[in-house]
């Protein structure tokens, strides 16, 4: 088992590498950071100083491993646009982004599984059909468009939930329904091919043949097979869900790391924006090595390979 | 003792239809057997003939899209046919119990051999956990499992395809039933390790005085281990008889054929040909008149296409489904 | 309830390859619905200033925000209303397909030529080659596609070629692994090995062994990554990132429409609901061509 976790670990480690590299080059692509910094009608002198006073006149790499060793001391650097220390904006915001994303994986799941489960239990019939149905549904609707109408029916016609902001439980619901539905359809259908796949197997045949009632079976003995890989993708899909939270927090006004960095973009943010694209995927590449963890763990045959 | 007290399972007349895209598919077709306390019947055909149905049938784990139909089909006096799914799943694993072909995928692979013993003694009522866990361990030994205590611990993969077809073995004794079906118990294993648990099986049939089929394509076995025999071919019983009757005048074409394919020590002449029986099961569907075998058959003649599967008798508890009269069947060499 | 299912060995004649995908796509509704729409809508774009009277960007004060031809005050002069500039709305969603439909095109196009090429490579030659391609796949799904596209925007700008470029360059893992995956499996098949045994060149094995097994994979992973480019784009027009006022996307369009949002629910649905079935559409396309060319695909 050790040479397994070692193993997952190296690779997430050069992941991890990699993607810090790209993320510092992104921001510098647009150019020439420091006349961006000092402005429009900047002179050689100024932008000179601006650079300097960055860093930014030093050879990429140095800038690189500064960059690096900052950021593992904790020292994200300033925002350009209010100063105030980037790690403290974000984690000013990060729980509405956290606490968004587990509601909208949570309410994904408990409609996928048990979903996923019945359309497999009674395939081809109606139930399967619907279930199709809404994953069809749920892969088409965009997220940002599902979130606006939500705001319309609920929020201005039937007035039963508020629609901006983050101050109560209330205020999560409507963006947790757009956001879960983006990956409930994909989670809906690995657990109904795997149940599909599982209830065709030979042991489940011989769960069949001991007597044992059907919730037993398709509870102990299938589901419990069959979810394997839904485990993996909703690991992957929480960590989906943390980066691609910038849609449902902009409709909605959350006020996340997902809405920090869009107006950071917006706002040529450098600082904020490079720390928010290696957090989130730092945040992925963790949740992976999670999952396969969590795998081992819930099938015996890997873990004594 | 009358041979209807002793009777476990009586059937007659048992049909399974299975709807496939082109039509109706007649896997089996009006069978009937019975096996007695203590007796073993093998069921013996090519694949494909209708014996995994059959057994499946009396289990009732058809396919969604077969469906049965019997004259009569009683386990101790039970008419199986007649239960709702719930009474029938009280009776599986309980009174009726079977043990399938590939031990490794048979066996679900998170559980540990424990679990997977203990719930069937759980879910039918016989005692709570600590009596399960005994009756576990007890039957472990008996099947010739060393080490029950670390065994009842792992998990399938970590078991030996023998091991693991012990362990199946041992499931099927948890709650002491009246009839095992075994299909094909020995295929998936190593030669050495058929012998072993062949004799296995018997041994224990015999202590626990149980009814047993034994589905095989395999003659040898049969000839160790089966007290009556039954062949089929394209889902019909073709002869029926002791496994004596059946070595020594075996009569119906095909019978002769399957038994004509392996060598007998001491019989087969060296350097002699072994009889192959050439073509194929023909396709259940359709329009299914006359004889099935008679495109494979050496005797086969016109009548063949018109006959009926009328049961011949040729002595007390051997009879068969022929057209052809018992002089020339008894006379008839196998051609290769 | 669904029992042990027991597979019959008896074999019954099979008809030909040809003659069962027929069958099948005469009988899957829902890939003849899907393409039948995607081709409907392909046909608008293509004909869209035949289609319509107006000019997408001109604009007329005077007849702002019409309601559609079923609404208080419509007219059939503006079928579907106008926007808050005065632009008939019909055009406006009309010409949006066309951004819709290049940028999806587009973007799969480039996509799929990355992403197969990568994990041919992969699943082809394995050993060294084929841990690069993995570290190179790792890497892309740790990256967040939407952010990292935000941002590329707000770099190289929001014109029609960047998207499509940028899309291009963010999604193509799905086909990687796709590809990888199912090269290695043929990788393992004896003909390969024996065509290798031979003396084939590497590059005929894969054009004429790989390629044509992967192929309908790539189709179908093609009309997922399609839609999928569709919705990104609309995301990013929406966020005002993508496709520039006053070209019409059909993302923006919804932005557009937002402040009116309340009072004029029109001119989001309508944008959104174009979106919605371009986007069923291409996936039923897709999901048909899956089961038509492999069905074992399907459960």
């Known amino acids: 088992m050790g040479g397994f976790i070692g193993q997952r670990l190296s690779v997430a480690l050069l992941v991890a590498i990699t993607v810090s590299v790209i993320g510092f080059a992104l921001l510098r692509l647009s150019g020439d950071l420091a006349a961006d910094i000092a402005g429009e009608d900047a002179t050689p002198e100024e932008i000179a100083e601006v650079a300097q006073l960055y860093g930014l006149d030093l050879p990429l790499h140095v800038q690189y491993f500064n960059w690096v060793g900052k950021t593992v001391t904790g020292d994200l650097g300033e925002s350009l646009f209010t100063n105030e220390p980037v790690l403290d904006l974000i984690l000013e915001r990060i729980e509405v982004t956290l606490l968004l994303a587990f509601y909208s994986l949570v309410v994904a799941l408990i409609v996928a599984i048990p979903l996923g489960v019945l359309a497999a239990i009674r395939v081809n019939t109606w139930i399967d059909r619907l279930a199709l149905g809404i994953a069809v549904f749920g892969q088409a609707i965009p997220n940002f468009w599902f979130g606006l109408i939500l705001i319309y029916v609920f929020g201005v016609i039937l007035r039963w939930l508020p629609i901006s902001g983050s101050d109560s439980f209330a205020h999560y619901i409507l963006p947790t329904i757009a956001l879960g539905t983006s990956v409930m359809p994909a989670l809906m259908r690995l657990t109904r091919t795997g149940m599909l796949e599982v209830l065709d197997s030979e042991y489940i045949r011989t769960a069949w043949a001991k007597g044992l009632r059907p919730r037993v079976v398709f509870f102990k003995h299938a589901l419990r097979n069959a979810i394997l890989p839904v485990v993996s993708l909703a690991a992957v899909s929480l960590g989906f869900l943390l980066g691609g939270s910038v849609i449902v927090e902009t409709v909605f006004a959350l006020n996340g790391i997902g809405l920090l960095a869009y107006q950071s973009i917006l706002r040529s943010d450098f600082p904020v924006v490079q720390s928010i694209l290696v957090f989130v995927s730092f945040a992925y590449i963790i949740l992976t090595l999670a999952s396969d963890l969590i795998n081992a763990r819930l099938d015996p045959r890997i873990r004594f390979d | 003792m009358s041979p209807i007290q002793k009777s476990v399972l009586q059937v007659r007349g048992l049909s399974v239809d299975i709807e496939v895209s082109k039509g109706t598919l007649r896997a089996v077709q009006d069978t009937s057997f019975s096996v007695l306390r203590g007796e073993t019947l093998a069921i013996v055909g090519e694949s494909g003939c209708g014996k995994t149905i059959t057994a499946l049938a009396l289990m009732r784990l058809l396919p969604r899209r077969a469906s049965l139909k019997a004259e009569e089909l009683t386990l101790e006096g039970v008419n199986l046919a007649a239960l709702t799914e719930r009474e029938i799943s009280d009776l599986r694993g309980h009174r009726i119990c079977m043990i399938f072909q590939d031990p490794m995928t048979s066996l679900n692979p998170v559980y540990r051999i424990g679990d997977q013993l203990e719930e069937i003694f759980l879910r039918h009522g016989k005692g ?192 068969y489904r022929c057209s052809m009269s018992p002089e020339i069947l008894v006379r008839g060499g196998v051609k290769a | 309830m669904t029992e042990p299912s027991k597979k019959s060995n008896i074999s019954v004649m099979a008809p030909s390859p040809t003659e069962i995908m027929r069958r099948r796509v005469r009988g899957h509704t829902g890939f003849l619905l899907g393409s039948g729409f995607v081709l409907l809508v392909l046909l608008l774009a293509v004909f869209a200033p035949y289609l319509s009277p107006y000019d997408p960007f001109e604009q007329n004060l005077n007849t702002r925000l019409v309601n559609p031809v079923w609404g208080e005050g419509g007219t059939w002069a503006h079928i579907l209303g106008t926007d808050s500039l005065g632009r008939d709305y019909w055009t406006r969603i009309l010409y949006g397909a066309r951004i819709s439909l290049t940028v999806g095109f587009g973007a799969a196009i480039i996509s799929g030529l990355i992403g197969s090429v990568i994990g041919i490579i992969g699943g082809y030659f394995g050993g060294r080659i084929d841990g690069v391609v993995m570290y190179l796949i790792n890497v892309k799904l740790a990256l967040p596609g939407i952010l990292i596209a935000l941002s590329l925007v707000s770099i190289f700008g929001g014109s029609l070629i960047a998207l499509v470029c940028i899309l291009g360059f963010l999604f193509w893992d799905r086909f990687a692994v796709v590809t990888r995956s199912v090269t290695l499996q043929i990788r393992n098949n004896d003909f390969v090995t024996a065509a290798e045994a031979v003396g084939a060149s590497k590059l005929r094995i894969i054009f004429g062994e790989v390629l044509p097994n992967v192929a309908n994979h790539i189709i179908v992973v093609a009309s997922l990554e399609m839609a999928i480019a569709i919705l990104v784009e609309a995301v990013l027009s929406f966020l005002g990132l993508g496709i520039q006022p006053p070209t019409p996307s059909w993302g923006l369009l919804v932005s557009e429409g937002r402040n009116f949002m309340f009072f004029k629910p029109f001119l989001i649905t309508l944008p959104g609901l174009a979106i919605f079935f371009l986007v069923i559409a291409i996936n039923l396309m897709g999901d048909g061509i899956r089961d038509v060319t492999s069905p074992e695909g399907r459960n």
């Open chain 2, 128 to 319: 709570n956990r600590s009596e399960a866990r005994a009756r576990a361990e007890y039957l472990l030994d008996r099947v010739g499992i060393t080490n029950t205590r670390t065994r009842l611990a792992q998990y399938p993969h970590e078991l030996s395809g023998g091991l693991r077809q012990r362990m199946m073995i041992a499931m099927a004794l948890m709650c002491e039933p009246s009839l095992i079906i075994a299909d094909e118990p020995t295929t998936a294993l190593d030669v050495t390790v058929q012998a072993q648990i062949l004799a296995l099986l018997t041994e224990l049939q015999r202590e626990f005085n149980m009814a047993m089929i034994l589905i095989t394509h395999d003659l040898g076995v049969v000839a160790r281990v089966a007290d009556r025999v039954a062949v089929m071919y394209a889902g019909r019983i073709v002869e029926t008889g002791t496994s004596r009757q059946l070595f020594a005048s075996p009569m119906h074409p095909y019978t002769r054929g399957l038994i004509s394919c392996i060598p007998h020590p001491g019989r087969t002449k060296r350097g002699s040909q072994l009889g192959a029986i050439p073509g194929m099961v023909p396709a259940l569907i359709g329009n299914l008149e006359g004889c099935q075998f008679r495109n494979r058959c050496y005797l086969s003649e016109d009548g063949c296409s018109k006959f009926n599967y009328e049961l011949t008798v040729a002595e007390e508890g051997h009879c």
